[in-house]
């Protein structure tokens, strides 16, 4: 059998959907393939892979992303499908430094027989969350879809914003320090405890939240002295730091005891046998800085309300470039790159 | 002064997880590894467990150089023969519900595994207990219902249990469960390994005691420490391990007082041997290991799936074995020759999702482990 044969059944499978390699590798096989060529050097677009694309217009430049959400539950202990719409299209803005969401569009499709109540409350959720990131929606459109043809309700946002200055994902060099900005896994181990009835809800609540002004917060005070930033979404901690050590070409000592962690979430974490550190988070950033600019950053925020746990985690090497090194406090180890999420439909 | 159960726990474990300690114990490792002289010293453990909390804890890169730490055949999923996934295969081929723990669906016999049987619609479940096995059996009473019992005496002492109890008569066990002791032996003997200690492991010494090892260290040689799973146990047990070494002082030393005896658990061990006996059997991987393979006592034949059925293995053999297994280096990892980085196949073809080996399958492997905390525990050796 030629090898055209083989490919030509190749199906999709829900590992290409997970945020790990197959996802990487389907999007840089199928969607990069015939994309044209930036319009100005100045530009981030597709082929960057990062949190969304930066277009330069001369002075300053727009920022575009769009995200799309099929999170299972819907409703959720911490949030909803609703309100994880708009954060996830506002953080990804607010990762590129892009903290001024001009406004977002608000794309819906919805399964017959879908409860009106349930709609109307999620839409609530949306106009809170986009108080909360000081922006608005701007534009959407609603489709409705017969019984069985969709599972309930898909989302999609895309969101615009005008920076002065772009912070990529790859800018580390060796050196410099990571900065989380909060405990890490809240939202992962919410869904999953949520959808295997764990009876650990009490404990668990994800942390989506609109981060952009804690990010502002982070850029006043750090400047050109913050130099990557990533919203360790899909794959968690331990992915983002993979992608960013990957793209930046250094080496990152992670210190596992310096992670904040939630207690509950810590529980679950060994009782389901999985590493918070691949669990997904969706209120928090992994910000890349200069190490004389580390305690500036910090300090702002810790005195943001969203970030009072915020703690400095990892350091850049030269050696090992592309990899994460866990120090245990015993020994050392690499991290293993997640293959993506440990479950679909997390986001 | 109270403190609730939850936070007693939580101190407890912390007093095993303190780093300080760790660093005190790896100091005595390395200057007694350097007293005995020789390189390498080899010690063995012969637990996937033991190896979870190497790898999770990066502990191999704290060993010394000269200290060879060697998984040896710990993974009761990865040590179970060929010939006997092939009968559960051919079970469920032949229309019974073969129920297993999920691990041991994706091993392959001489050609399919239990998912590539299911794959042909055969009927196969997952259990996460010999229990729920026969509550599976109970809620398909016009079905045969046959538990492929896999694992080291710790899980054979839970199917004992069910034997003893009330069965349906749809019920039936396949049995490949493992005894660990005569293994040791074995690879004790293996000029290849030139194992100069053991490391046991604590939770099946909770069954058996610790004086099961005292014949062993008399015939070998060589000495035995029983250890638990926390760092620091295995630490403080590779520090002990290293002084038997080099004081030259065979003897069986418990280690994980907390929880093992001289003798052990006497019930559990009057129940595993009431029905169970055991009988010599190839070790997938590692050789013919007498007294190594647990097999149903003549008295509980009715629930015994090989006297219930006959099985028809013949069935199997017009199955090819995919061509990558030719590469595949499980045997000598389970022995403790190599290493799974040592394996071409590692990291590429052979991963979790597409394992090609027993060892990549099995969260006890020592692939799977090692490729779950990294690929390469020991980072010195990059």
């Keep these: 059998m030629s090898t055209l044969a083989v490919a030509a059944r190749e199906r999709i499978t829900l590992r290409h959907g997970s945020g790990g390699r197959a996802m990487r590798a389907l999007i840089e096989d199928v969607f990069l393939q015939r994309v044209e060529a930036n319009a100005s050097p100045e530009d981030v677009g597709p082929e960057a892979m990062d949190d969304g694309a930066a277009l330069w217009i001369g002075d300053r430049w727009i920022v575009v992303t769009t995200d799309s959400h099929v999170v299972h539950p819907i409703f959720f202990p911490g949030g909803d499908i609703g309100r994880l719409s708009i954060c996830g299209t506002v953080n990804d803005l607010a990762m590129m430094g892009a903290t001024e969401v001009l406004g977002l569009t608000c794309g819906v499709i919805l399964e ?68 989380v900005t909060g405990a890490v896994g809240d939202h992962g181990l919410a869904i999953l405890a949520a959808r295997h009835g764990l009876k650990l809800e009490g404990d668990l609540a994800s942390d989506v939240a609109p981060i952009n002004g804690l990010v502002r ?131 | 002064m109270t403190v609730s159960p939850r936070a007693e726990a939580a101190i407890r474990q912390l007093k095993f997880r303190d780093p300080d300690m760790a660093r005190a114990l790896v100091r005595t490792i390395e200057r ?7 390189s390498p010293v080899s010690v063995m453990h012969v637990c996937g467990s033991h190896e979870q909390a190497i790898s999770k804890f990066g502990l191999r890169a704290t060993f010394p150089k000269d200290l060879n730490v060697i998984m040896g055949p710990g993974c009761p999923v990865c040590i179970t023969d060929m010939p006997e996934v092939d009968e559960g295969v051919a079970l469920a081929r032949q229309g019974c519900v073969v129920a297993s723990y999920g691990d041991m669906l994706r091993v392959r016999g001489t050609a399919l595994s239990l998912n590539d049987a299911q794959a042909e619609g055969a009927s196969v479940e997952v259990v996460y207990s010999a229990t729920q096995a ?73 069954i058996t005691g610790w004086g099961i090892f005292e014949p062993f260290v008399e015939r070998h040689r060589i000495p035995v420490v029983v250890a638990g799973f926390e760092p620091l146990d295995i630490l403080a047990g590779l520090a002990r391990l290293v002084e038997l070494v080099r004081d030259e002082k065979p ?110 399958v099995s969260s006890e492997g020592a692939c799977r482990i090692w490729h779950q905390y990294g690929g390469h525990p020991n980072l010195e050796a990059l």
């Design chain 1, 112 to 179: 017959e027989g879908f409860l009106r109540e349930d709609l109307e409350r999620i839409q609530a959720s949306m106009a809170e969350a986009c108080r909360e990131a000081g922006t608005r929606i701007v534009t959407g459109d609603t489709k409705v879809m017969g019984k069985g043809e969709i599972d309930g309700i898909v989302l999609n946002t895309a969101g615009v914003a005008a920076t002065g200055r772009v912070v990529r994902d790859r800018g580390l060099s060796v050196g410099d320090r990571i900065v």
């Design chain 1, 217 to 347: 917060a982070a850029l006043a005070a750090g400047g050109d002295g913050i130099v990557a930033m990533k919203d360790p979404t899909r794959g968690g901690l331990s992915s983002a730091l993979h992608e960013m050590a990957q793209k930046s070409g250094v080496g990152i000592v992670l210190e596992e005891g310096a992670v904040p962690v939630h207690e509950p979430v810590r529980a679950a974490a060994d009782l389901l046998g999985i590493d918070p550190l691949h669990v997904a988070n969706e209120g928090k950033a992994v910000i890349g800085v200069r190490a004389d600019a580390a305690d500036a950053v910090l300090e702002a925020l810790r005195a943001h309300p969203l970030g009072r746990e915020a703690a400095i985690v990892a350091r850049c090497i030269a050696e090992r470039p592309g990899n994460v090194i866990l120090d245990t406090g015993f020994g050392k180890r690499l991290l293993a790159e997640p293959e993506g999420e440990l479950l679909p439909r997390i986001c």
């Design chain 2, 32 to 38: 007694v590894t350097k007293e005995i002289g020789r």
């Design chain 2, 134 to 206: 026969v509550e599976l059996a109970r809620a398909m009473p016009d079905r045969e219902v046959v538990f492929f019992a896999t694992g080291f005496e710790t899980t054979a002492v839970a199917t004992a249990a069910i034997v003893r109890g009330n069965l349906p008569r749809n019920f039936s066990i396949l049995s490949a469960h493992k005894y660990i002791p005569p293994a040791m032996e074995i690879v004790a003997e293996m000029p290849e390994t030139r194992v100069e200690g053991f490391l046991a492991a604590g939770h099946a010494a909770t």
């Design chain 2, 251 to 360: 003897t069986v030393v418990n280690m994980f007082p907390r929880c093992v005896t001289k003798e052990g658990n006497l019930r559990a061990q009057e129940e595993l041997w009431s029905v169970f006996r055991p009988i010599g059997g190839r070790w997938r991987g590692i050789a013919h290991v007498p007294n190594g393979n647990l097999r149903l006592r003549d008295e509980w034949a009715h629930v015994d799936a090989r006297r219930r059925f006959t099985i028809d293995l013949a069935a199997l053999w017009d199955g090819v074995p995919p061509a990558l297994a030719a590469d595949c280096v499980c045997g000598d990892i389970m022995s403790g020759v190599s290493a799974p980085t040592d394996c071409k196949l590692f990291g590429r073809e052979c991963v979790p999702d597409t394992p090609v080996g027993a060892c990549m």
